[in-house]
């Protein structure tokens, strides 16, 4: 089944060691956003790639950055993550950008701890 | 202003029964569309039904329906016999149609559903 692949499911990493998330895909959709989600809030976009094109958002803090080598492989680097980058990331893909119709399909997320 | 309003934090329901999750929306865009994500405990971010806003017909899917009522401006999703397993968050969302911004999902707050046996 084609699919967004998130790992891993669950990351601990230590107050500002590097850690890295990693999002695959089969679907071979032009579009991957990554989304942090605090608990019991709605996701929050951080960024997204169109196809090689990296699209920041304004308040996406410079200590989240983003890696897109191909069209099936997006990584999320946190540099130095803080107690409150503490969060379930979320991948997603679309065909497109502005295919209103079109529903972005999420992974199953990484829900990271930080000690 | 926010742009989806979930007036329901939590909802109970039984089994079997149907249940209505509220949505309202706020755009100045004629062209517009309208998701509902379920996210169960596990995390995942699952589409469940879309709405176009020129779409004159309510959409379904299975046991999913939206009432949408374009001219209130709601876009309520509605369960039919309910199922244990539809215990989860439920998100509405909305794609504004006629901006740069209209890749970006502007989700409501969201709703968490309960389903008694």
């Known amino acids: 089944d084609a699919m967004v692949i998130q790992n891993p499911r669950y990351q601990v990493t230590q107050f500002g060691k590097p850690v890295t998330l990693s999002c695959s895909q089969t679907?071979?959709?032009?579009?991957m956003y990554w989304y942090q989600q605090k608990s019991s809030q709605a996701p929050k976009l951080l960024f997204h790639?169109?196809?090689?094109?990296?699209?920041n958002e304004a308040d996406t803090p410079d200590n989240f950055q983003s890696r897109r080598p191909n069209t099936s492989f997006c990584f999320l680097d946190i540099r130095s993550p803080g107690l409150g980058d503490a969060a379930m990331y979320l991948c997603?893909?679309?065909?497109?950008?502005?295919?209103?119709?079109?529903?972005?399909?999420f992974g199953d997320g990484t829900r990271l701890s930080i000690l | 202003a926010q742009k989806i309003t979930q007036t329901q934090p939590g909802m109970f329901v039984q089994e079997k029964e149907a249940v209505t999750l509220d949505c309202t929306y706020d755009t100045s865009d004629q062209s517009y569309g309208l998701f509902w994500y379920k996210q169960p405990s596990s995390g995942e971010m699952i589409f469940l039904i879309y709405?176009?806003?020129?779409?004159?017909q309510n959409a379904t899917e299975g046991r999913y329906s939206l009432n949408f009522q374009k001219a209130r401006k709601s876009a309520n999703l509605v369960i039919s016999a309910s199922q244990l397993g539809d215990s989860a968050m439920y998100f509405c969302?909305?794609?504004?149609?006629?901006?740069?911004?209209?890749?970006?999902?502007?989700f409501g707050s969201g709703t968490r559903l309960l389903v008694r046996p």
């Open positions: 969302a909305m794609r504004e149609g006629e901006r740069d911004s209209s890749y970006k999902l502007i």
């Open positions: 790639y169109y196809d090689k094109d990296f699209n």
């Open positions: 709405q176009g806003s020129y779409d004159e």
């Open positions: 679907l071979n959709h032009n579009v």
């Open positions: 997603a893909t679309s065909r497109d950008r502005y295919e209103g119709n079109q529903p972005q399909h």
